[in-house]
């Protein structure tokens, strides 16, 4: 066989090898994408109080309301670890998934700052602490705002749903956090529940979320 045919032969080889090698890279984000959680489908499973996960994993959810004030909150169901309620508020973690819901209802409302203003502060916040929060989504609903951010801890980075009711006085605010590597199942699934709030806040019926059959759960 001459030279050439070889060489022929080489580069006939190497440009199959690429065409493979990029026809398996495109199946592998086709299969990714099928199996990513998208938002919508986690707000409808909270709403119907369980989702199964594209691992298979099952998780249940179920409302809970504090204080004479009727603050509403949904929750993991069956899944935190340990919880603390207080009297201007509520945290649930699981330590083993390193999951936790935050949800303050201070007595001394607070006139809000502008939400580019929150977002600033929060940064600058960080900074001045030492860490480097990078804010990603950005999000003002109709009756909530949020802010999804990533901050670098001990134990790794972990992903942050900061939110707020808005009105002329600040009365409710959270922080949902999950390990940044669980943002695409547990985030997805925090920042649902946030909206599912924002349901529940913009609709006077309860919006099937705090609705007559739920209506008599509370944070006990």
Known sequence: ??????????????????????????????????EKLELEDALQGILKGELRLPNEEHLEFEPRVYTNQNI????????????KEEEEGVIYVNHNRQVSQILSWPKKQVKPVPFQK?????????????LHAKVGKKQQLKALEYL??????????????????KGKEQTISGN?????????????????????????????????????????????
């Open 1 to 34: 066989m001459y030279l050439d045919e070889k060489i022929a032969l080489m580069e006939r080889a190497r440009r199959q090898k690429e065409k493979e090698e990029r026809e398996a890279s495109k199946r592998s984000q086709e299969e990714n994408q099928e």
């Open 72 to 83: 509403p909150m949904m929750v993991f169901k069956n899944f935190y670890e340990a919880s």
């Open 118 to 130: 929150w977002e600033n502060q929060l940064v600058n916040g960080m900074a001045s602490s030492g």
């Open 148 to 165: 999804c951010f990533e901050v670098p801890t001990g134990e790794g980075w972990l992903y942050n749903i900061m939110f707020r009711k």
């Open 176 to 220: 949902y956090n999950c390990l940044k590597e669980d943002k695409d199942t547990y985030g997805i699934i925090l920042e649902a529940m946030v909206m599912a709030l924002d349901q529940w806040f913009t609709d006077v019926e309860g919006g099937g979320l705090f609705g007559e059959e739920n209506g008599d759960k509370t944070g006990k």
